[in-house]
């Protein structure tokens, strides 16, 4: 049984950070390409962060400079720093674990930026 479960969550103040954490189960992690994505209420989800199997990372331009994506394939863990943080940003955060064959999400944590 495939497991992608978030965590770091929270309510924080403009300008402040948070760090996100997506522990797996039941993939083999190290092939996986992993990504966050995000949605806010009454939008779509939209990709912030990717980083490949090999390392190779990628940003939405709205998070370049602020978020830091990073993965520990021996901890099956992906991690998503995410610093200067704005009210823009208040979305729920989703893990997403990809490979051509699969495609998997976990439940989401919610992070909520506000004074």
């Known amino acids: 049984q495939v497991q992608l479960v978030e965590s770091g969550g929270g309510l924080v103040q403009p300008g402040g950070s948070l760090r996100l954490s997506c522990a797996s189960s039941?993939?083999?992690?190290?092939?996986?390409?992993m990504g966050w994505y995000r949605q806010a209420p009454g939008k779509q989800r939209d990709l912030v962060a990717f980083?490949?199997?090999?390392?190779?990372?990628n940003y939405a331009d709205s998070v370049k400079g602020r978020f830091t994506i990073s993965r520990d394939n021996a901890k099956n863990t992906v991690y998503l720093q995410m610093n200067s943080l704005k009210p823009e940003d208040t979305a729920v955060y989703y893990c997403?674990?990809?490979?051509?064959?699969?495609?998997?999400w976990g439940q989401g944590t919610q992070v909520t930026v506000s004074s």
């Open positions: 997403n674990a990809y490979t051509p064959s699969a495609n998997y």
């Open positions: 039941g993939i083999i992690f190290s092939i996986n390409h």
């Open positions: 980083i490949t199997s090999g390392g190779n990372t």
